[in-house]
């Protein structure tokens, strides 16, 4: 089946500084990824739909210079965090569309912001 | 403003009891999705519910979904302590053309022997 592989796992950074998540469609071409983020004991809440060679569509509320995604190919996409704070910490998932009705989920990164 | 309710949000089962989850949602859709979610871990999908009336069902879960009513459920039959998780529902938003999901809050179950 469609696999999404999703890099780091877990990544601890100091405050102001900028990480990069990444996710690959690894057997199957996704022009549209999506970002979410989940808080601890709360539901996922997307951030942002990403699309192969054209800007990302935000969620109101969601800073799009604070997170950048950059969609460069069919098969990556990625979520850079920038000047990242404590309240930036939480658990990060991309998804795509597996070509057909399902979805497919990223194994998720958990970031901690220090 | 979409909405997707689950109830209940807390879940403490006995093993070998059946229950219902129950997924209520405010636009109109045909795609209904499951997704289990094991502590720390990513989602893992359990289920597409494409149309009125699907019913789909593995092991001991089963879902259904009535798109007039606006409802899914999830049954859980004679629960195991291995099915503790969180469930989501999700629903697909086919006013954007990309489609995308949007979740549930949850139902966080516990399964004690």
């Known amino acids: 089946g469609a696999v999404v592989s999703q890099h780091p796992s877990r990544v601890i950074c100091k405050s102001g500084t900028s990480v990069k998540i990444e996710c690959r469609s690894l057997?199957?071409?996704?022009?549209?990824m999506f970002w979410y983020r989940q808080f601890p004991k709360q539901s996922l809440m997307l951030m942002a739909t990403s699309n192969e060679g054209s800007k990302a569509t935000y969620e109101q509320g969601v800073e799009k210079d604070k997170f950048l995604i950059n969609h460069a190919s069919l098969t990556l996409s990625t979520l850079t965090v920038t000047s990242a704070h404590p309240e930036d910490s939480s658990f990060y998932i991309c998804s795509a569309r597996d070509g057909g009705y399902g979805y497919t989920f990223g194994s998720g990164t958990r970031l901690t912001v220090v | 403003e979409l909405k997707v309710e689950q109830n209940p949000l807390f879940l403490s089962m006995q093993e070998g009891k059946n229950y219902t989850i129950y997924c209520n949602y405010s636009t109109t859709s045909d795609r209904l999705y499951w997704y289990r979610q094991d502590p720390g871990k990513s989602l893992e999908s359990l289920f597409v519910?494409?149309?009125?009336?699907a019913v789909k069902q593995e092991g001991r879960l089963m879902a259904s979904l009535d798109t007039k009513a606006r409802l899914s459920t999830l049954h859980i039959t004679a629960a195991v302590h291995d099915l503790s998780a969180t469930y989501f529902c999700a629903v697909d938003i086919r006013e954007r053309s990309q489609g995308n999901l949007i979740f549930g809050k949850g139902t966080k179950l516990s399964v004690k022997p």
């Open positions: 057997d199957f071409q996704a022009t549209t």
């Open positions: 519910l494409l149309s009125n009336g």
